[in-house]
């Protein structure tokens, strides 16, 4: 681009491939910048460098367009910084942090040079896998971490091999990703000021274990998995008081996920939509597709249409 446009067009470019923000350009040099980005399941992944310093997100921002993502920074070169909620995370190489692009934001970099990268992924994602969210963000996993160095090795083999990735495979590829940050949040001590005993952690594996187990069974309820496990449906709903989510909501976020998988699988395009939903343990295509329009913000058929799309495979009739 040329000199005297590159510092609009890089703001219309990140706005679009992120979140809307505003943007300092550099005073001091000229301004340059580097976008690469990609898709892996519900998860956009963004490789950028720049000199830019500081960038923002303000109360008019969020009011222009209802985003509702986390998003995840790994500081690959430079120095940063996210600040969120009245806290801090310094970042150097390796390094990652989380924030929350529905409240205000800030990110600053300390050189004339940084390169990060940078997942954007649906609020659910994370919140059924960690609670207390709002006091995770703007907090530093750092390098040393297992997290942040599985993180790292997951991104540089996605950036180099993504088109050898087989469509079917993105899903279990994103949740591999979207697990491994949750294991590094789970990390902080913040998460962990509330700690369930051994025998709550027992009973919460063995409950997830069965519900697992049956998942496609439509005769499944929370009372039926207390019967079968010998647990009183009220020390049960106690024992997800702490979880992101209640036993309920956790077994139709789980069928809803294996529809996901299913729906964006080619191999199975003969199936129709109702087909798949009866699979997964649903007994009405209404609620099927309330509850799957809350979770990815489509109907089971944009879902997939948009999915084939992005995979570049035909659609068939639903």
Known sequence: MPASQRFEYWLDMICRTYVHLDCASPEELPFFGDIEFSSVGPLRFTRLSSNAK???????CIRKEAEDYYLVQLQRAGHGFVRQGGRQAALAAG??????????YELHFDSDYHDVT???LP???LETSVSGMAKL???TITRQSAAASLLMA???TLHVDLDKLHPSSADSVSEGLVSIIAAGLRGLPEANLCKASNLQTYHLARIKAYLREHLRDPGMTV?????ALSISPAHLNRLFRNEPLSLAKLMWHWRVEGCQRDLADPRQ???SVGEIAYAWGFSDVAHFSRVFRERAGLSPREWRAARREAMQVPAAEN
């Open 54 to 60: 500081r960038v923002w997100r303000t109360p008019a």
């Open 223 to 227: 009372g039926s998995i207390a019967q």
């Open 118 to 120: 940078v997942l954007r």
């Open 95 to 104: 390094d990652f942090a989380v924030y929350d692009c529905t409240r205000p």
């Open 123 to 125: 609020r659910t994602c």
């Open 137 to 139: 963000t703007a907090t």
């Open 269 to 271: 395009a003969a199936r």
């Open 154 to 156: 997951m991104l540089e």
